[in-house]
């Protein structure tokens, strides 16, 4: 189970995330998309399904968002109504920021009763003024802690320019956190230097080293590129040219992320990091579905060729 494996702090965790339909799809229309869902994840070899919760990002930059915003149905809704079925755990984003103490406890209630676990993620934009902050909604999910894990996000290219990512982690481990999921990654160095700065941080402080789950996508045109640099994700020069200069971009890019993975196990088993991949499909294309459905296979065979995944 998902949860004894992040409390055994294993390594080789596999997650796939999504993101609900738009809020604007017809009843209908979301029964379809959720069947094809459940359909093309039956039997994937994954730990837990990550639903995402759907921000405006447009206030954190003044450059033109790539993509107009839409918003999208609300994630615990989504897995509690429409995909059951799938029977594995789903881990569910929230914004804490953006409900009273009150709203957070109640959905706190519904989501344990669901066997779901939380991951409380910041405010869109620095001016954003949270009604609830973070560490209060942490002590909100203290009450439910013996039966659930709680994660948060890290950023590795915050640490390229902050240098105190690791400290930011062992801040969120005082209140409970226990594993956290990366923005995608493209700049693996990124990643290996933050994991680095955090093993250290974690000897000199003699604290416990928490899982750290790498988001890996593929990217399938440049228009998406475009779109994941918009997202704070940092792609390294040598890697966008290889990928623009591509005939197909998106078999490139799966080629990149099942390298970035191999590469991050062997950092990580080297160090003796507790880690995993959470595959992210957030496109509509069937292609870069079905990438991101191989990703996830072919991840998984890695680990357990190199007897990590059992």
């Not at 509690?80 to 009150?102: C, D, N, S, V």
């Not at 909604?137 to 709680?150: D, M």
Request: net charge negative; aromatic share 10%.
């Amino acid at each position: 189970m998902f949860l004894n494996r992040i409390k055994s702090k294993d390594s080789g965790i596999l997650l796939y995330g999504i993101t609900p339909p738009k809020s604007q799809t017809a009843p209908e229309k979301v029964s379809e998309i959720a069947e094809k869902t459940l359909a093309r994840l039956h039997g994937l070899d994954i730990d837990a399904l990550i639903v995402y919760d759907v921000q405006d990002e447009s206030a954190r930059t003044a450059e033109e968002r790539p993509f107009p915003f839409l918003s999208a149905l609300d994630p615990f809704d989504f897995a509690r109504e429409y995909l059951q079925p799938l029977q594995i755990p789903k881990i569910i984003y929230r914004p804490a920021g953006k409900f009273t103490r009150e709203e957070l406890r109640q959905w706190m209630i519904d989501l344990t009763s669901q066997e779901f676990f939380p991951v409380f993620v910041g405010v869109p934009s620095p001016d954003f003024q949270p009604i609830t902050s973070l560490p209060e909604a942490y002590q909100i999910w203290q009450e439910y802690r013996e039966n659930s894990v709680i994660g948060a996000v890290t950023i590795p290219e915050r640490h390229a320019v902050l240098n105190d990512e690791d400290q930011r982690i062992l801040d969120k481990m005082s209140n409970g956190v226990s594993y956290f999921i990366s923005q995608c990654v493209f700049n693996v160095n990124y990643a290996k230097k933050m994991l680095a700065d955090l093993a250290q941080t974690c000897e000199k402080q003699q604290h416990e080293l928490p899982t750290v789950i790498f988001t890996i996508t593929a990217c399938g045109s440049k228009k998406t590129l475009h779109f994941m640099e918009w997202l704070g994700i940092h792609i390294p020069d040598s890697v966008k040219e290889n990928l623009l200069a591509s005939e197909n971009i998106l078999e490139t890019s799966v080629d990149l992320c099942l390298q970035i993975a191999e590469e991050l196990t062997n950092f990580c088993t080297a160090k003796g990091i507790p880690f995993g991949f959470n595959i992210e499909s957030v496109a509509i294309r069937k292609d870069e579905i079905e990438a991101s459905i191989r990703m996830v296979n072919q991840i998984s065979e890695m680990l357990k060729s190199q007897g990590i995944r059992k």
